[in-house]
């Protein structure tokens, strides 16, 4: 089974960066899509960035230009490197590992790790 942990995250100044990385156990990134999703206070959760099975790199609007995630498959890690931070960023960032050509629908989830960015 798929065990997925996060690290990195903190409380950060508006403007400030951080970097999320995800250390995946139990499988190989090859047959999932992977990628990150986010839950703000009062609010849904939200997919924030993937990498596709067929390796396309997608973010959701919100974060374009500010957030890139990465991959580095030898050692089974996911990263999110997050500039320029946003009050409106403050979330729960969670790892999550898909099915398919997509992070729509994601399959295992990590703890999650809090990301709070003050203004």
């Known amino acids: 089974e798929v065990h997925l942990v996060e690290s990195g995250g903190g409380l950060v100044q508006a403007g400030g960066s951080l970097r999320l990385s995800c250390a995946a156990s139990?499988?190989?990134?090859?047959?999932?899509?992977i990628g990150w999703w986010r839950e703000a206070p009062g609010k849904e959760r939200e997919g924030v960035s993937c990498?596709?099975?067929?390796?396309?790199?997608y973010y959701a609007d919100s974060v374009k230009g500010r957030f890139t995630v990465s991959s580095d498959v030898a050692k089974n890690m996911l990263y999110l490197q997050m500039n320029s931070l946003k009050p409106e960023d403050t979330a729960v960032y969670y790892c999550?590992?898909?099915?398919?050509?997509?992070?729509?629908?994601?399959?295992?989830w990590g703890q999650g790790t809090q990301v709070t960015v003050s203004s």
């Open positions: 999550i590992f898909a099915y398919g050509d997509d992070c729509s629908d994601p399959t295992y």
């Open positions: 990498i596709s099975l067929s390796d396309g790199t």
């Open positions: 139990g499988s190989t990134f090859d047959d999932y899509s």
